[in-house]
């Protein structure tokens, strides 16, 4: 089956940029969508088909895809913007969804 | 503004079953793939299942494979999920969402409903 590997934490200062992977074999071939999720909240779509944003997230928020890492950035980090951080696929040769473990997105 | 509510959660011992709802407001329930996802207590999130717009075709995470049944009523804008002989690790939130197309995202996603395992 598919697997996406994220890192668990990533801490960033303030106003800076926090850049959140998410690794997968080939998966620059695949869609890759992330999700925001804050403690007790169910999760938010915010970044969709690799870079897309829907209608009310920030465009802080941006999103690559190549190769075996996605990326997700978020600049100009905000106190609001910490949470954890998904990431997710469509397995085509299983028809199952993937997603990564979460990364904890901490702002200090 | 759609918004997706689970109902069904709660405690059932090891072994038992449950049934899980999830209930679209809005009025184009029928063109979308729908899926539970869950997160167990303090862990990511995990897959579940997901239903094609007709109910023809469903999928199943090989933990819940033959223990879990999924189905759609697209006149009451529905989503139910059986689940039977349920362990410890179905121990989680269980959240239903939907997505437009095979390979898009979860765009709306319910508030969850919590299922507890324990005897």
Redesign the interface.
Known sequence: ?YVLTQPPSVSVAPGKTATLTCGGDNIGR??V?W?Q?KPGQ????VI??DSDR?SGIPERFSGSNSGNTATLTISRVEAGDEA?Y?C???D?T?????????TKLTVL | QVQLVESGGGLVKPGGSLRLSCEDSGVTFSDYYM?W?RQAPGK????VS?ISTSGSTR?Y??SVRGRFTLSRDNAKNSLYLQMDSLRAEDTAVY?CARTKL??????I????TVVTVAS
């Open positions: 089956s695949k869609s969508h999700y999720q169910a999760p938010v779509l969709y088909f829907p954890d998904y997710q696929v469509w085509s299983s028809d199952h969804r993937v997603f990564g473990g979460g | 899926s996802i990511g999130l995990e897959w997901i999928y995470a090989d959240y095979v390979d898009d995202a979860f765009d996603w319910g508030q969850g």
